[in-house]
């Protein structure tokens, strides 16, 4: 009797070392860092998170809004101190009630 083989992976959950090549887990992400190139500085693997920082910047002057790539988060520096937002979700909420508090409600 001949055993049942078992079903090989598909090429895109393919694991090269101890990273997984499209995956968006932290350590991954952070292990496919360090073998692209930097742009601008930045690392190649971040490119779309420093962007949305920039834009974000760019709307609002009086703060300073970057992603760290180490942490994998977006912080803002304000004249009130430094506030980390762990996703973008989180950063927008906090922008939101930061204005919510300079303009009250009518």
């Known amino acids: 009797m ?16 101890a990273t997984c090549q499209h995956c968006t887990h932290r350590s991954c992400r952070a292990c496919r860092a360090q073998s692209l190139p930097r742009l601008g500085g930045h690392r190649a ?3 779309t998170e420093h962007a949305r920082a920039a834009l974000l910047q760019q709307q609002h002057r009086n703060l300073i809004i970057y992603f760290g790539e180490s942490t994998q988060s977006y912080w803002v520096a304000s004249s009130s101190g430094l506030y980390e937002a762990g996703d973008w979700d989180n950063l927008l909420a906090h922008l939101w009630a930061r204005d919510q508090i300079r303009r009250p409600f009518c």
């Open 2 to 17: 001949n055993p049942i083989p078992m079903p090989r992976a598909s090429q895109e959950n393919r694991v090269v070392g």
């Open 45 to 47: 693997e971040f490119s």
